[in-house]
């Protein structure tokens, strides 16, 4: 079993949709997670941060962490073309050091 | 512009071969990374740096080499011992003791063995 579970999709949803985003994992001591958006055949970049549990809001980004169920969560709302892309889910014990268990990526197509 | 620069974007290597992808940084980063990223598992680390002439090995070390002789350059050697190395190469910096939101990653390479 991976440490990290992302459903790679693809996930196909018309311009204007809610989508929600994914990972299960299961190591408790994970208390930092991101979620990063990558373009085809470009770098991620960072896209939300979330301390332990809880949710986070950024403009039409909204992340979701349920510790006790060791599940994550993003939600995009009215979604545009542009969001097309693979979206990465990573965590970390550390707050340091970078050392991040990615998941594998969900691609995600918003068609017009 | 600051940033990290990787080269080539595309790279073909020939069974047997050693070949070695560039990283660059002018962005001041003690920290410097390289993952690997396959199809359906995520990016995975191979080496890291936190300064100038020490790295570590990261989760799937075998069959590469860096070094850092340099604070800007972090250059990944992929070595013939190498079994399975297509792959999308990513190299990443960030401030030494930053946290996590601090890394950012370059373009990436793709490698192909041919």
């Known amino acids: 079993q991976k440490e990290v579970e992302q459903d790679p999709g693809p996930l196909s949803v018309p311009e204007g949709a809610i989508v929600s985003l994914n990972c299960t994992y299961s190591?408790?001591?994970?208390?930092?997670f991101m979620w990063y958006r990558q373009y085809s055949r470009k770098g991620p970049e960072l896209l939300m941060y979330?301390?332990?549990?809880g949710n986070k809001e950024d403009g039409r980004f909204t992340a979701q962490v349920d510790k006790s169920s060791k599940y994550i969560s993003l939600f995009i709302r009215d979604s545009q073309p542009s969001d097309s892309a693979t979206y990465l889910c990573a965590m970390t014990e550390e707050e340091y050091g970078n050392k991040l268990v990615f998941g594998a990526g969900t691609i995600l197509r918003v068609k017009s | 512009d600051g940033g990290i620069t990787q080269s080539p974007k595309y790279l073909f290597r020939k069974e047997g071969q050693n070949v070695t992808l560039s990283c660059e940084q002018n962005?001041?980063?003690?920290?410097m990374y390289w993952y690997r990223q396959d199809p359906g598992q995520g990016l995975r680390l191979i080496y890291y740096s936190q300064i100038v002439n020490d790295f570590q090995k990261g989760d799937i070390a075998e069959g590469y080499s860096v070094s850092r002789e340099k604070k800007e350059s972090f250059p990944l050697t992929v070595t013939s011992a190498q079994k399975n190395p297509t792959a999308f190469y990513l190299c990443?910096?960030?401030?030494?003791?930053?946290?996590?939101?601090?890394?950012?990653f370059g373009q990436g390479t793709r490698l192909t063995v041919v």
């Open positions: 990443a910096s960030s401030i030494r003791g930053a946290p996590n939101t601090e890394a950012f």
């Open positions: 190591n408790s001591a994970f208390q930092y």
């Open positions: 962005l001041n980063h003690d920290a």
């Open positions: 979330t301390y332990s549990s």
